[in-house]
């Protein structure tokens, strides 16, 4: 009988230690994002970093650049925009975050274009505007009625919105909703 109640004891303790391992775990194990950043020696000091997620304003946090590089990571539940700018580059980098490993070699001379790897989503963005190279309303239109679901479709449309008239507007978000 002590035998008895010796072995229930141990075998409840054994489970709650293996609960509990369970849990710490399952928090490390989350899926995320793992940013690297290579900057040529022309950009120096900090890179300031816009998310623009999917629940809230865009907020922009500054990363240190330690010899040429810049990491930053965490958790995206869904795909979202993301810009890097420096003072010493003449426009930002854009690209789609999600939980993978992406790297980013940065081209001063045309940062638009920076080399970009390890985002299927920013993959299809940068396919989908290589399919549209021109910025005019019927190249913008075509984009959206072939991708409406897509993630970058927004911000296709608002990087184009100068070539749009209000009825090409309209036609556009009623095909998003």
Do not use: K, W
Request: net charge neutral.
């Amino acid at each position: 009988m002590v035998m008895r109640r010796f072995i229930t004891r141990y075998h409840r303790a054994f489970c709650l230690a293996q609960f509990a391992l369970f849990l710490m775990l399952s928090g490390s194990l989350r899926a995320q994002y793992s940013v690297v950043v290579h900057c040529p020696s022309s950009i120096t000091g900090r890179l300031d970093c816009t998310f623009y997620s999917n629940d809230s304003v865009p907020h922009t946090i500054q990363y240190r650049i330690i010899q040429g590089e810049c990491t930053f990571e965490g958790s995206a539940p869904t795909p979202y925009l993301v810009q890097l700018s420096h003072p010493s580059l003449a426009e930002p980098v854009p690209f789609y975050i999600e939980n993978s490993n992406i790297d980013i070699t940065i081209d001063p001379s045309s940062p638009a274009s920076s080399r970009i790897t390890g985002s299927r989503a920013n993959s299809r963005y940068r396919y989908a505007l290589e399919e549209c190279p021109t910025s005019n309303a019927y190249c913008i239109t075509q984009l959206v009625a072939a991708n409406p679901a897509e993630i970058f479709t927004p911000f296709a449309i608002y990087n184009h919105l100068g070539e749009l008239t209000v009825a090409q507007f309209q036609q556009l978000f009623q095909q998003l909703q």
